[in-house]
């Protein structure tokens, strides 16, 4: 079994589920555990720090 991981657009999203469940392949929409899900959250806000839309953190925030 090989396991793909994809980024798609929102818009496009029902669209590719609905293709994946007719082929009959497993959708997993959001990580596993909560760690992995912190982890995740805490990448996509530096990927945003980074591209200039989200305020990098001060040491007042921290």
């Given amino acids: 079994m090989t396991t793909l991981t994809i ?3 929102d ?3 029902g669209f590719v589920k609905e293709f ?3 082929i009959g392949a497993k959708v997993k929409s959001e990580p ?3 760690i992995t899900s912190e982890i995740a959250q805490a990448l996509k ?3 945003e720090m980074q591209q200039g839309k989200r305020k990098p953190l ?3 925030d921290i």
């Fill in 58 to 60: 001060s040491l007042k």
């Fill in 45 to 47: 806000e530096i990927k």
């Fill in 20 to 22: 994946l469940s007719k």
């Fill in 7 to 9: 980024e798609i657009k």
């Fill in 32 to 34: 596993t555990s909560p």
């Fill in 11 to 13: 818009k496009d999203a």
